[in-house]
């Protein structure tokens, strides 16, 4: 079961993702439902092409949802899916063209939207209405909470998900600890050790690739050698279902690490790096890219903002400029340090302190710095 988090200031929307086993019959009628409304998708979006490509504009749901009716009542197949599951092909239709239309007027060149293959289009929108919890089975979900969304996800490694969104309020995370007296805590990122407070304490990044790395490649290596057939589509569900196995597994330590943030703190503050950037540089190697791939500080940028949202506890983003190379007893910047030189050391005062933790200490300071400032009366 996974989690994903976001919302407004006093309600907070929550993305639970529950694992589903649909029985043979249920697994047949679910991918026949796909094909039908993928193939709805492709007949919208071919009409939507033609539209634009002869000068004029591309229809609104609305109108799209007007000539499904119409299709409706002619064929059998579209018939035999609900309604609203079939009114989700217009909305992603319209959310693609409107997607590349805003592409083409910043490039200058006309873009349109793919169709979908099969391999493409892999949900369902469900009737939030129709979703029901009939306690025979434990599922966390927030206490009290609104469905709004329901949607079925088939992932490429065969496996079938539900995706519920529901309205909560913002606190009902229990894994967050808010009981504790509350102090400001800082964090900086890194690729050997994820996380380094201000204390001293450490996370260790995880390296759960490199646990499947020789798997992967020989399956990879298998595939390309194989022609294209049952067997060769049975070892890419097998690659498929090792990244996937990966996939989840970071997830859930970045979900820990995440909680582990925000627990027991009443601000939380961190470098406003450029991870992009950063990887897109020309003296990054690809063994120091791939490092930033499986440490995911991106990802893990974004649980912390979710749950220190949803816990209603500020999160300040700091300048990164100086803060390894800067002393944090008496404020001296020193030179640039190489990535292999892990203690800080400082020629003025004599401090020595591991790298990480000194800049940790120099965020700290400059978060406390933009509180104090946004905490003073204006005037």
């Known amino acids: 079961m996974e989690e994903m988090e976001g919302g407004s200031a006093e309600k907070g929307h929550v993305t639970v993702v529950y694992p589903a086993y649909p029985n043979g019959a249920q697994e047949r009628e679910l991918l026949r439902t796909l094909d039908v409304v993928r193939d709805l998708y492709n007949h919208l979006l071919a009409e ?15 109108e799209m949802n007007k000539g499904i009716t119409v299709m409706r009542g002619q064929d059998e197949e579209l018939r035999s899916v609900a309604v609203f599951t079939l009114r989700d092909a217009p909305l992603r239709v319209h959310a ?12 200058g060149e006309l873009r349109l939207p793919r169709f979908k293959s099969e391999s493409r289009y892999r ?11 009939d306690g025979r089975r434990m599922l966390h979900r927030p206490k009290g909470g609104k469905v709004v969304t329901a949607r079925i996800v088939r992932r490429r490694s065969g496996r079938w998900y539900v995706h519920i969104t529901f309205e909560a309020d913002k606190r009902y995370r229990s894994e967050i600890d808010l009981s504790e007296p509350a102090q400001p805590e800082a964090f900086d990122l890194g690729l050997c050790d994820i996380i380094t407070d201000s204390k001293g304490e450490k996370i260790e990044a995880p390296d759960f690739y490199a646990e499947c790395e020789n798997e992967i490649a020989r399956l990879q290596r298998q595939i390309e050698s194989m022609e294209d057939g049952p067997k060769r589509r049975k070892k890419q569900r097998r690659l498929s279902a090792l990244h996937e196995r990966i996939r989840r597994r970071r997830d859930g330590y970045l979900d820990g690490v995440a909680n582990r943030m925000v627990s027991g703190h009443s601000a939380v503050i961190l470098e406003d790096l450029r991870l992009r950037r950063m990887m897109e540089r020309d003296d990054c190697p690809a063994p120091r890219r791939k490092l930033f791939t499986e440490a995911a500080l991106g990802i893990l940028v974004r649980k912390v903002e979710a749950k220190a949202e949803r816990a209603c506890i500020p999160l300040v983003k700091v300048d990164p400029a100086y803060t390894t190379r800067t002393c944090s007893c008496c404020g001296l910047v020193g030179e640039k340090m190489p990535l292999t030189r892990r203690v800080f050391s400082c020629p003025r005062c004599g401090l020595e302190m591991d790298r990480d933790h000194n800049a940790a200490l120099n965020i700290l300071g400059s978060g406390m710095g933009t509180l104090r400032g946004s905490a003073e009366p204006s005037g």
């Open 48 to 62: 939507c092409i033609t539209d634009v490509m002869e000068g004029g504009r591309f229809p609104t749901p609305r």
């Open 96 to 107: 693609a063209m409107t997607r590349f239309a805003k592409l083409s007027a910043r490039s």
């Open 123 to 133: 949900s369902l929108a469900i009737d939030p209405r129709g979703v029901r919890f």
